[in-house]
Each structure stands twice: as C-alpha cells, then as structure tokens.
C-alpha cells in the first residue's frame, strides 16, 4: 500500500472511531433503531458531527449536516458513518437521498446495514449518484456496535445476555426455601447491573427466581427505561401479586419456557435484546441451546462453601475483566462469535 493510501485509511479509521464515540450517546434512546454516528471532514478538520439521539427523530447523517455552520464546506466534505445511510421513507426521509441533494462527494460507511429496506440499497443509491462510498472501515467495531440491531434482522431473533453473579466458590446462592437471596453485589456494580437492564428491551428470570426472590426487575438504581419483564411458569404456581407485575413495566408469562419458544416470541414483538438474569436452571438452558451472544459474570471475594451451583459455560472465551469495587466481572462470548446458530422458523 502506498504511503498516501495508508495515511488515508488510518485518518479513515480515527475519524470513524470518533462516530462510534458518537453513537454511544443514543445507546438509551435510539433503541429500537440502531445506534449511528456520523461526522464531516474537510482538509483532514471535523465541520460537523451528529448521532441518532431518539428513535422516530432525525437520524445521525442529518444531525451531522445540520451542525456544519458553512454549507459551501459540504461540497469538499467527506461524511463518516457507523452505518449504512438508509434508503426508504420510515419516520424520517431517505438519507441517502439527503447526502446525494447536498452535493456530498465522499462517504465513508462502517457496515452494511441488514435491515431488509436498505441492506445495500443506500450504498447503491449514492454511487449511482456519482458519490465515491468506502465500505468496511472499522467493520467489526461498527458490526459490535449494533449487535442486538444486527443480529435481530440477520438472524431473526433477539441479541441474548446471560448475567449472574456468584461467589469465589461458584454458587450463586445458599440453597434455601424462602428468605432473602445471598447478595453479591456491591451498592456500585449493582448500579452498572441496572445499567444492563436499561440497555436491553426485555429481562427473563425463571419461575425458582420469580418464587423465591421476587424481584421488580426494574433499572430503578440506574437513570433508564425498564425493560419488558419476563418469568416462567410452566406448571402455574407462581403467585399473582408478584413484584414484577405491579404495573411499573409491562409484563409477560411464558408457559413453554424453551429457548427457541421464547426468542421466537420476542422476535414476533419486536425485541431486539433480552437479558436474561437467572435461575440457574433458566441460565444452563440458554446455554446447553447454544442460543446466547453474551455472558457477564461477576464474581464476588467470599464463598458459601456449598448452595446452588453458577451455571456452566462451554464453547466460551473470555473477552473482557475488569475488577471494580473489589469485584471480578468478567464478559464471555461464544467461541465462533455472536452470530451464533438459531433462526426462527420464519428465517429458516
């Protein structure tokens, strides 16, 4: 590759770093819309930046635009995007149609997009217009950066986090009838694990942790959405007034509570992600169905020295630790990547 070439890709690559730094600012509000961040650049300076902040409002590209204070500067413009510019009429216009009108001579996209309406149709739109399009650049980052987006429309499911936390022995709770649960977590890493609830359309607990813990399943220690709460209760002996039902977010009972049944009817409403929280026997589930995309363990200093065993994870590698508040947590993704087997019927 020649010099100039290189100095181009790596100049390509920071700026489309910086639009995935804005696109983590939509992360809670764009849903169920993907994440974007898109830029300008003139003479190797940024003009002009913007993100998708809210879903139904104006997307990246035209935040982005909008922000240029002199529109002459368009015209000599690269534009720098995380994610393929759409090509059809939804809640906004096209914004391919957009780029092409304001004279943009350069695009540079992070990833296609699958979403059946686009899926290339935007990329083709602005090199039939004469637009020289860059794809690829940063793929994988962008690719990770709407993982739930992607993997919702390819594979027609939505993205799965398993969590849980255990002790330095490996139980994640005293065996019990009653009573409150061993609690792992500290006041901070409880916070992040709200956090989670928020980034996710959907929690599920089976019906052991519906019985005996009771929990609201709310972001209520963490300043976001709740997400659609979910149990299981094949044989209906879970109580009526349980505290996941008291009207503070929807709420939903499956009575077949396989995997496949359960992903397949999130896909039919429209959740993109679903976070899925305990028991043991509910987290093994997803597992041994290899119908999972990411695992978040957090591993707290003590032991029980006996109790209900953490799940087993196989086909897994390590990806991420961090040690926070005197805390091991520790993220784990498939061994063959996210986009793991299952399609629903629909997509077969």
Request: proline share 5%.
């Amino acid at each position: 590759m020649a010099n100039e070439d290189r100095l181009q890709t790596t100049f390509d690559e920071q700026m489309m770093a910086r639009c995935i730094e804005l696109a983590l600012c939509g992360a809670e509000g764009a849903a169920p819309n993907p994440m974007v961040g898109a830029l300008l650049a003139v003479d190797g300076r940024i003009v002009g930046e913007g993100f998708h902040r809210q879903w139904g409002g104006p997307h990246a590209e035209v935040h982005a635009i909008r922000s240029v204070a002199d529109r002459s500067l368009l015209r000599r413009s690269t534009l720098y995007v995380t994610l393929e510019p759409c090509a059809h009429f939804g809640k906004t216009p096209p914004c391919a149609d957009l780029i092409v009108s304001e004279g943009i001579p350069r695009v540079v996209v992070g990833c296609r997009d699958p979403f059946a309406k686009v899926n290339g149709a935007g990329i083709r739109r602005m090199r039939d217009a004469g637009i020289e399009v860059t794809v690829g650049v940063l793929e994988k980052e962008c690719r990770y950066l709407n993982r739930r987006f992607i993997t919702f429309h390819s594979l027609r499911r939505p993205w799965v986090t398993l969590k849980w936390a255990q002790s330095a022995d490996g139980f994640i709770d005293r065996e019990r009838s009653g009573g409150a649960p061993q609690r792992f977590s500290s006041a901070f890493t409880q916070a992040l694990a709200h956090r989670e609830r928020a980034m996710h359309q959907a929690i599920l607990v089976g019906t052991r942790t519906a019985a005996l813990d009771n929990p609201t399943l709310t972001t209520r220690h963490w300043d976001g959405p709740n997400p659609l709460r979910l149990t299981i209760d094949r044989h209906g002996v879970l109580p009526d007034n349980l505290n996941m039902m008291d009207g503070a977010a929807p709420f939903h009972v499956y009575h077949d509570g396989a995997p496949e049944v359960v992903l397949a009817d999130l896909y039919a409403r429209g959740i993109q992600s679903l976070l899925v929280e305990g028991g043991a026997r509910t987290l093994q589930s997803f597992i041994d169905s290899g119908l999972w995309d990411e695992v978040r363990v957090e591993t707290a200093p003590m032991t029980l020295g006996g109790g209900v065993a953490a799940p087993q994870l196989h086909s897994a590698q390590s990806v991420a630790l961090q040690f926070l508040d005197g805390r091991r947590l520790e993220t784990f993704a498939p061994m063959e990547g996210y986009e793991v087997r299952f399609r629903n019927s629909e997509g077969a």
